[in-house]
């Protein structure tokens, strides 16, 4: 949300017919508080209104819009011992990207606080919501259909169609944004006019008219082709850490790096930039000695694709991180599993639904939802084990192992197995057995004892049950238990 031009902004905000509830006009008023409950005010009607930022603004007589300049330095505002950006950061919920502005204009002082609306929630200060009412602020529960309304905008804002960096020229939007990805990866012509690429970028979503004459980058935009993210102060941490271990344990680590290009233009140096660090067995194929990776090449691209894609952007100081260790790569994005960790083979939910679109329209992921059971196809077919997705509160872990002898792993793990393969065999309209789970494990069928034992685990623990109620146990078949 960086602004480069306070002074066009100020220009820009006292263009509006008067105060509104997303424009509050201040004179030299620097109450901690009050300035507190405006934000939370102004950011929910703002919400309400649709609007991709609300302002309070010092220095403007509030009535006739004059510029009278102002004595406040809202960056030298304290509460107590603490400044008001700590102490905003603190005490409003959740946490808003602001930003402090203190510029001199036509030889007077002027002050701007420009707050982006939250995405998921009402907004509080001090745990209470508030909402502009005419140029009022006054506590949202006081006003229930506003309430309901807000609720309502939650829903319906997203992260993508915010704006990252607003009133550029054309030049300046292909200067950030590296446009020619978006044809390399769909192998189409790039078109030798740069205004057919503006077209083609305001039609993706990438960038919008700011009518002005100029266009505002979108979030989306900066995030699938920004030439550098750190430019764009919403996304700025979003950037994928990639770092190797040498060990099992984060003890030492041999290396670290960190993309700064947007995530169309960046994936597939980033992905071959990680493959090349993984571990590699030496194999002969044909008389010809070859070094075959051990990792399933396309379950780390499509896992890295889906944490990209399924992060919660609303997450502050956090983006997707990717670790080698030893014996296997973790894969960590910010924001909490959509569904249920056993529905995550099967279900199909995104809260980045303009992201994932155009990740899987320039062919960066798979058709929607279809990544996960690619992996743990390909996962199976390689006979590794199969991966682990933990979830917390605010972030989601997917563990992919290296390769594991049956003897290696814990009974846990055979159970997981047998159940992803359960779900797998249900994705394909096909049933589980004894013989399928052998050939999934790689056993000879002599093996057919341990593999029903797994099978007997997996029913006491509720993860499979009978595709049918009678059947006999030598040609039983199974269905995850959901499914049941």
Request: aromatic share 8%.
């Amino acid at each position: 949300m960086t602004i480069n031009d306070p002074k066009a902004l100020l220009q820009r905000l006292l263009q509006e017919p008067s105060e509104c509830e997303w424009l509050e006009f201040k004179q030299n008023n620097s109450d901690p508080d009050l300035i507190g409950r405006t934000i939370c005010a102004c950011a929910n009607a703002a919400m309400l209104a649709d609007r991709d930022r609300a302002y309070i603004v010092w220095g403007i007589e509030n009535k006739t819009k004059r510029r009278l300049g102002t004595t406040v330095k809202i960056k030298n505002v304290m509460k107590g011992a603490e400044n008001i950006q700590n102490y905003l950061g603190h005490m409003v919920e959740p946490r808003l990207m602001m930003e402090f502005l203190d510029f001199r204009d036509r030889e007077k002082d002027f002050a701007i606080i420009a707050v982006e609306p939250t995405y998921d929630r009402p907004v509080k200060f001090q745990g209470t919501e508030y909402i502009r009412i005419g140029e009022h602020v006054k506590k949202l529960k006081e006003f229930p259909e506003h309430e309901r309304s807000l609720w309502l905008a939650t829903g319906r804002r997203k992260f993508e169609s915010a704006v990252a960096l607003s009133h550029q020229t054309a030049d300046e939007v292909l200067k950030k944004l590296h446009t020619n990805a978006y044809y390399n990866l769909r192998g189409d012509p790039i078109p030798k006019n740069p205004s057919e690429i503006i077209r083609k970028f305001t039609q993706l979503g990438c960038i919008r008219e700011d009518g002005e004459g100029g266009y505002d980058i979108t979030n989306l935009g900066a995030l699938l082709f920004a030439n550098d993210i750190t430019v764009f102060a919403s996304i700025a941490t979003k950037s994928v850490r990639v770092i190797k271990y040498a060990g099992k344990d984060k003890k030492r680590s041999e290396e670290e790096t960190e993309g700064k290009k947007g995530y169309a233009v960046g994936f597939p140096g980033m992905l071959k930039f990680i493959t090349d660090r993984l571990p590699k067995e030496e194999r002969y194929q044909n008389g010809l000695r070859k070094f075959v990776p051990t990792y399933s090449e396309t379950a780390i691209r499509e896992i890295i694709a889906n944490a990209l894609i399924h992060q919660d952007f609303t997450v502050t100081g956090a983006g997707p991180v990717v670790e080698i260790y030893q014996d296997r790569v973790e894969i960590t994005n910010p924001g909490n599993l959509l569904i249920e960790v056993d529905r995550i083979i099967d279900e199909r939910r995104s809260r980045n639904e303009k992201f994932a679109a155009a990740m899987r329209e320039m062919g960066i992921c798979e058709e929607r939802g279809g990544g996960i059971d690619k992996a743990i196809i390909e996962i199976e077919e390689m006979s590794l084990p199969a991966p682990e997705f933990i979830t917390s509160a605010n972030s989601m872990r997917v563990v992919i192992f290296g390769p594991k002898k049956y003897g290696q792993l814990s009974k846990a793990d055979k159970v997981w197995a047998c159940f992803c393969h359960c779900v797998v065999r249900w994705i394909r309209h096909d049933y589980m057995s004894n013989t399928t789970l052998r050939k999934r494990f790689s056993l000879p069928d002599d093996e057919y004892q341990a593999v029903s034992a797994v099978i007997a685990n997996a029913k006491k623990a509720k993860r499979i049950v009978p595709a049918e109620p009678d059947q006999g146990l030598r040609y039983a078949r199974y269905i995850p238990y959901w499914a049941g």
